[in-house]
């Protein structure tokens, strides 16, 4: 069983920065495909990008040279450093976990509580 744990939500003004969090209880990230979505108030859950334990790495088009994954494997956590973050950035902030290398976007396995990602205007 993998149990991922977002946080470093919180709240930023247009322009600034947030590194984010997702520990990986249960399993080592270094054997999981990692991925993080969002859903703002009222819209649908996305995709923001994902890392495989292949080293693929995935981006959506709004995070492309303004988000960024890491990992750190003493620590059993991958990071999403977000950056030039904009008011639409706002939402709920969800990380997600597989053991497959290549994932659907829609079918990870596992999947945290989410953490909250304001940005001001």
């Known amino acids: 069983q993998v149990h991922p744990i977002e946080s470093g939500g919180g709240v930023v003004q247009a322009g600034g920065s947030l590194r984010l969090s997702c520990a990986a209880s249960?399993?080592?990230?270094?054997?999981?495909?990692m991925g993080w979505f969002r859903q703002a108030p009222g819209k649908e859950r996305e995709f923001v990008g994902a890392?495989?334990?292949?080293?693929?790495?995935d981006y959506a088009e709004f995070a492309k040279g303004r988000f960024t994954f890491s990992r750190d494997d003493a620590k059993n956590t991958v990071f999403l450093q977000m950056n030039s973050l904009k008011p639409e950035d706002t939402a709920v902030y969800y990380c997600?976990?597989?053991?497959?290398?290549?994932?659907?976007?829609?079918?990870?396995?596992?999947w945290g509580q989410g953490t909250q990602v304001t940005v001001s205007s």
């Open positions: 997600a976990a597989d053991p497959r290398r290549v994932v659907r976007r829609d079918d990870y396995a596992y």
């Open positions: 249960g399993r080592t990230v270094g054997a999981l495909s």
């Open positions: 890392n495989s334990w292949g080293g693929e790495s």
